[in-house]
């Protein structure tokens, strides 16, 4: 098992920017995708952004333009560039790892999450 670890939450004003961080226990690699997912209060937990292993990306429609994920394979960490933050993006934000065959989810790991506050 990988362990996840999510930092970078906070209190941000509208328009705003935050950089989340998730670092991996071991190689981003064995994951076939990384991802973000966010729960708002009273919502399903929904997906943010996604990166393959190939290096393609996938965004949720409400944050294309303004979330960049990104990793930095030497650390072994993923990011998520948040910026023209808005009060709607107020969220826990867990980071999420899977290793598939097909279609067949073999793994998967969570990180804890982080909180993310879009407030005047």
């Known amino acids: 098992q990988v362990q996840l670890v999510e930092s970078g939450g906070g209190l941000v004003q509208p328009g705003g920017s935050l950089r989340l961080s998730c670092a991996a226990s071991?190689?981003?690699?064995?994951?076939?995708?990384m991802g973000w997912y966010r729960q708002a209060p009273g919502k399903q937990r929904e997906m943010v952004a996604s990166?393959?292993?190939?290096?393609?990306?996938n965004y949720a429609d409400s944050v294309k333009g303004r979330f960049t994920i990104s990793r930095d394979i030497a650390k072994n960490t993923v990011y998520l560039q948040m910026n023209d933050l808005k009060p709607e993006d107020t969220a826990v934000y867990s980071c999420?790892?899977?290793?598939?065959?097909?279609?067949?989810?073999?793994?998967?790991?969570w990180g804890q999450g982080t909180r993310v506050t879009v407030s005047s």
């Open positions: 999420r790892g899977t290793l598939t065959r097909g279609s067949i989810l073999v793994r998967e790991d």
């Open positions: 071991g190689s981003i690699f064995s994951f076939n995708a």
């Open positions: 990166l393959t292993s190939g290096g393609s990306t």
